[in-house]
Every structure is written in C-alpha cells, then in structure tokens.
C-alpha cells in the first residue's frame, strides 16, 4: 500500500480526455495524427502528478490559481489556433501547388491516350486503324476531342467495337469543326451509328471524305444518312464498298448527287443489289460534273444500266478513273452503249475485266478504246474474246502512247493476237506493267516480245504465271538482262510454269543476279503438283546474295530436302538480309 493516494479532478480529466478525441475541439489533431513532430516544436505536457501539487501551492489562493490556469488555457488554445491555421494554409498551398504538378495538360492526356495505343500522336491526323479499340477507349478518345482543335482526319478503321458507340464520339465532334476527312471502314456500324453520323453532319460542315466501307448493316438504311446533307455539301470523296447497298439505297444515293456538287471520288463496289437502281443514279451524275472516279467493280450492272451510264459519261467530262469490271451481265451491251465513252479525253485508267465481252462488243471497243488519248491503265483479264476478236484491239494499243499497264491475263490469246500486241508495245515507251498470265500461247513465242522487251526501259512488273514456259522464255529473259536491257525490273512472276525442265531453272538462276532492282520473285509450281528442287537450287541460292533489293521469294510446291531447307531457315542470318521465304 503506498504512503498516499492521488486524488483524480474529473473536471480535468474529463476536458484533456475530450480534448485529445474530440475533433471539433482540435480539428488539426486528426489532420496530423500519426505524424511525428520534429523534437524542436515538441512541448513537455505537464503530468498528472504535478498538476496535483500545483494545485495545493502555499501562498497561492485556488480563484488565482484555477484563474490563471484558465487564463494559459486559454492562451495555449490561440497559439494553438493560429499555428493550425498556418500549418493548414502550408498545406493548402502545397497541395495547390502538387495538384497543379500532377494533373496532365490535355496535350499530355492525349500523348499518353496515343502512346498506350502504340501510336505516335499527331495533332491533325488521328490514324487509330486496326488498334483493337475497346469501348472505353471511344469515351476516353470522345474526352480528348476538345485539346484537338486543328484535327483534320480521324481513322478509326478495322475496329468492330466503333458498332454501337459512335454517337459517344459524334457529340463532341464540334470540338474539331476542321474536320475534313473520317473514315471508319469494317467497323460493325450498326443503324444508330448511321443516324449518329448524319446528324454530325450538321457540325462537320468542312468534311471532304467519308469512307464507310465493309459495313454490312448499313444496307437498307443509308437515308437515315443522306437525308441529313445538306445542299452545297463540300463532301468531295465517298467510299460506301461492300456495304450490302439495297435498290432504294440506289435512290438515296441518287438524293445525294443533288447535294454533293463538289463529289469527286464515288465509290459503290461489291454492292450486287444497286444495279437495279444505276438508271436512277446515272440520272443524277450530271450533278457531280467534277468526279473524277467511278467505281461500279461488282454492282449488279445489265446492258440497261451500261446505257444508262453511257448516256451520263457526257455529263462527266472531268473522269480520270472508270471500272465497271466483273459485271458479267453487261456483256453484249457495249455495242449499244459507247457513245459518250470515247468523249472522255481525261480518262487515265479503264477496267473491263470480267464483263463477259462478245465479239461485237469487242468491234466496238476496239475503235472507241484507241480514242482515249490520256489512258494509262487498262485491263481486259478475263475476257476471252479479247484475243479471239478478227478486230486487231491490241494492235491499236499503239495510239494509246502514255499506257503505263497493260493486263490482259486469261484473254485467249493467239499467236497472232499476242504478234500484234508485240508489234503496239514497240510504241509505248511509258510502259510499266505488262500482264500475260494464264495465255498458253505465250510459252515458247516469249521471242515475239523481244523487240518490245529491249525498247521497254521503264518495265517494273512483268507477269509470266500459267503461261507455259519452256526453258528457251527463261534463258530469253536471263540474256535480254544480261544485254542491258530490263534493269528496272522489280516483279517477275513466273509460277504455275510445270514444264520448264532442271536444266532450264539452271540456265535462269545463273542469270538471276543481274536484275539488280528485283524485289519479287515466284517461281512456284501449280497448285496439287509438287517437284523436288534440283541441283539448281544452289545456283539459286549464290544468286540471291546478288540481289539486295529481293524481299519476297515464292517457291510453294517444291519439295526440299532436309540440308536445302536449313540452307533456306540459315540464309539470312549467314547474309545478313530479311528474305520473306515462302515455300
């Protein structure tokens, strides 16, 4: 048992206990609690022992001492004020000052949105193609849209989650009226991404480009589009491709030339249902006297619609581009609709492929084609009476002086055909790409080329594949290079070519290293045959060493064995090169 007891003074304990736990008394206590003080602001806190003697002081009356106590209290509580008040405006400020640090520009946001997508960010072009992007990302990208004021084109391609979210980016996209190009092909866009999109329209007013294409669910709905134009639309290029287009979006389609005065590129192809419609649409091109391009590739097109086309070409005096190709039900009507075609001075690229040609169209052709002065692509492919025709087409080609590419793979040609072809290549010293794939003829008459082979300085591309080559077309090719001639040739195909013999691949491959600038080369076999590669496999091998520019080598079908295909996984490495082997 101690010698005394300490008696306890409620009133005091009661306040220093409140005080310590109630928040309303300290309110910085619990700001910093936790924290420890620095040892030169830490205050020695009287204890209970010595506010007990100090109570019972000789000489001091308790009113003084209680006042007194009082009065330091009192003081104590104001210091203690004014300091929190200062510690809390430090704070303040520092935490300004942080918030300030911490929180990124919306430049910064959109360089960080661009990198974690791995793009480079780019003020004026969003190009956002084939970026898997999440449904999220379109909201935080819609966020983004008012740091990007200068943006003029936005490539959200090849992204199937754009379906269904558009209209999270439409209502921001007066953020960016500069706006002159979107383009959102493949990405599921479903009916209310279409109504969302024309009513953008109404805030895009400098768009020049729309490109919708491989949007299947936007067929039969694309009014909801085109009734949102407005007259004197700057709409200067529209891309609607395989986007299964119904007969009444023919009509609409034909609303909208009205209102695109400006239109320049129009491109409906692969969409087989709006051929019904293409009398109604071809009425309207006469509003659109500027296109400059005209794709119908896969529409549905008969002769009534190819007249109806023919009667608009008159309108359409500006056209650099026509294809109208695999349209296999207009066969038979050019005789009845080339009137206007051969009034097109200005057209650059013609393609016919596919459409079932007769002999009388080809009598057609063959004096409208040679009148169209500027030409410099045209391809016939597939159209067998190109080369069956008594009517010389391919001997007129020399009246077509700037032709840069000439395609007519699977035309039946003929010896004598392939003589006049021969004969008009001496006078196009322009072209580029000459294209004879899949014309038996060409196999071993390749020397009836020969003169227009050494005049043809400019030739890039040159396509041999099915065309049943002998040994003698190889070594013709390999000496023709080795006299100067060919050096800009970068693509040669000479696949499903069976018949040339071990000997023959020889000859070639000892030759192979003097086309300097090739980059592609196929020499693979046909489809369901294979062959082992022969001894001339390591003549092909020491020629690619000389090749620098080879990129891409097709060798399907040719069975190697174990040692040449390690030859083959090893080469680049030994070399130092970046050959895509295909084998």
Known sequence: MSWFTYPTNPESAVKTEKCERDPQVYPWKRQFQGKKCAPEESKEQPSAIKQFFKSFDIGKS??????????????????DDQSEKQDLSVEDGLSHLTSEEETPSGEQRFNQFMEKLGKKPNSK???????????????????????????????????????????????????????????????????????????AFEIVSQLEELDLSWNSNIGGKLSLLTKKLQEGCKLKCLKITDCN???????????????????????????????????????????????????????????????????ALQHLAELRKLDI???REIGGGFK????????????????????????????????????????????????????????????????????????ISNCGLGEESL???????????????????????????LKLLLGALKLAMEIQVFRLSSCNLVAEDLALLTSLRQDGHLARLQKLDLSYNNNISDEGWAVFCQGLGAFKELSELDVSLRPSSCRDCGPWFRELLAALTQLPALAELAMQRWTLSESQRKQIEGFNQDNKRNIRFDC
């Not at 999220?136 to 966020?143: H, Q, Y």
């Not at 009137?339 to 057609?364: F, G, I």
């Not at 410099?376 to 700037?402: A, I, T, W």
Request: charged share 20%.
């Open 62 to 79: 308790e009113g003084k001492d209680r006042k007194e106590i009082e009065e330091t209290e009192i003081n104590n509580a104001g210091a």
């Open 245 to 311: 287009l119904t007969a009444k979006d023919g009509e609409s389609l034909a609303e909208l030339l009205n209102v695109t005065p400006n239109l320049e590129v129009l491109d409906l192809s692969i969409n087989k249902n709006i051929g019904c419609s293409m009398k109604i649409i071809a009425q309207d091109l006469k509003n659109v006297p500027g296109l400059k391009e005209l794709n119908l590739h896969m529409c549905g097109l008969k002769q009534d619609s190819l007249q109806g086309l023919d009667t």
């Open 325 to 327: 190709s695999c349209n």
């Open 419 to 445: 003589s006049a072809l021969a004969e008009a290549a001496l006078h196009l010293p322009e072209l580029e790409i000459l294209d004879l794939s899949w014309n038996k003829c060409v196999g071993g008459n």
């Open 125 to 199: 072009n969003l190009d956002l193609n084939n970026c898997a992007l999440s449904a999220a990302n379109i909201t935080e990208l819609a966020s983004l849209l008012p740091f990007l004021p200068e943006l003029e084109e936005i490539s959200l391609s090849w992204n199937g989650c754009v379906g269904g979210t558009l209209k999270t980016l439409t209502v921001h996209l007066h953020h960016v009226n500069l706006l002159k190009v979107l383009r959102l092909n493949n990405c599921r866009l479903t009916a209310e991404d279409v109504i969302s999109l024309g009513e």
């Open 336 to 407: 009845a609709s080339t009137a206007h075609l051969a009034s097109l001075k200005n057209l650059e690229v013609l393609d016919l492929h596919q459409c079932c040609v007769t002999e009388e169209d080809m009598t057609v052709l063959s004096q409208v084609i040679p009148l169209l002065s500027s030409l410099q692509e045209l391809n016939l492919s597939s159209n067998k009476n190109v080369g069956l025709s008594s009517d010389p087409l391919l001997g007129r080609l020399r009246f077509l002086p700037k032709l840069r590419s000439v395609t």
